[in-house]
C-alpha cells in the first residue's frame, strides 16, 4: 500500500499498542507470543506510516507501570525489544527513520540502554520520519521533572509560558500527536503524552494489536480525513 495522498496531512500519529495478552489467550498461546506478534505488528506499520508520509510516529513500548507485571514477563519485553532494535536498525537506516526515545529510559536494564543508545545514535541523520519509542514512560512524571527543571534552571516566572514548557518534555520540539490511536477495545489514555494530548483526535478499535495490519491503519488514517479539527473554534 503506497502513500495516499488524498487525505489531509497527519504529522504526528501516537499508538498505544495493546491486546497483545489477549490475542494469544484466544489461540491458546502464552503471553510471550502474543508480545512477539506485537513486534511484527510493530515493525509493518512502522514501515507503512513511513510510506504514507506521517513524520512521527510515537508507539507506547513499555510504561512505568508495567515494572508490575510478572518479572519473567518484564524481562521477555526487554528480550524482545533488544531483538526488535537489533534487527530494524538497517532497516530503519534504509528508511532513512530517526529512532528517538521518550522517558526515563535511563532506568531500564544496562544491555537494553546500550542497544538503545547505539540505534539512536545510528539513526541520528534519519530525516524522513522520527520514530519515538516511550520506554519507562509516564506522561504524569514527565509533566513533574519538566517542573522540577525549570525550577532548578531558575526560570522566572514572567518567562514560562506553553512554549518554554514544551520544550522541558521529552518530545521537545516535536509537534504533538493529531491522532492517538488505541487497539483492543479500550477508551483510555493509560497516562499517555498527558499534556501534548490536549487537541488530539482519538481512534478506538476492537482490534488487538497483532491483528492491526496496514488496512487497519488505513481505516484509521480515512477516519481521521473525516474529522473538523476546530481547536475550540466554530466549525463548518
Known amino acids: 500500500m503506497g502513500e495516499n495522498t488524498d487525505l489531509p496531512p497527519l504529522t504526528h500519529l501516537a499508538i498505544i499498542m ?138 522566572s516566572p514572567e518567562d514560562l509560558d506553553e512554549s518554554v514548557f514544551r520544550s522541558y518534555l521529552t518530545t521537545g520540539e516535536q509537534p504533538d500527536p493529531d491522532l492517538i490511536l488505541r487497539t483492543s477495545g479500550e477508551y483510555r489514555l493509560s497516562n499517555y503524552l498527558v499534556f501534548q494530548a490536549a487537541y488530539a483526535e482519538f481512534y478506538f478499535t476492537q482490534k488487538y494489536w497483532p491483528d492491526f495490519d496496514a488496512s487497519e491503519l488505513q481505516k484509521a488514517l480515512e477516519d481521521f480525513a473525516n474529522r473538523q479539527r476546530r481547536y475550540g473554534g466554530i466549525g463548518e
Not at 71 to 96: R, Y
Not at 115 to 125: E, F, L
Request: charged letters at 25%.
Open 18 to 155: 495493546d491486546g497483545n495478552g489477549r490475542w494469544a489467550k484466544q489461540r491458546g498461546l502464552s503471553r510471550g507470543e502474543g508480545h512477539k506478534a506485537g513486534t511484527e505488528t510493530a515493525k509493518e506499520i512502522v514501515k507503512e506510516c513511513r510510506r504514507q508520509g506521517i513524520s512521527y510516529l510515537t508507539l507506547y513500548a513499555f510504561s512505568r507501570e508495567n515494572w508490575s507485571r510478572p518479572k519473567n514477563e518484564v524481562n521477555f519485553l526487554f528480550d524482545l525489544l533488544t531483538q526488535f532494535l537489533q534487527q530494524e536498525e538497517s532497516s530503519l537506516l534504509e528508511q532513512s527513520i530517526k529512532l528517538n526515545v521518550l522517558g526515563d529510559w535511563q532506568k531500564l536494564p544496562f544491555s537494553v540502554r546500550q542497544v538503545v543508545k547505539y540505534v539512536c545514535n545510528r539513526t541520528a541523520g534519519g530525516d524522513q520520519m522520527t520514530l519515538n519509542l516511550a520506554l519507562n514512560y509516564s506522561g504524569r512524571e514527565e509533566i513533574v521533572k519538566a517542573c522540577r527543571e525549570i525550577v532548578s534552571q531558575g526560570v
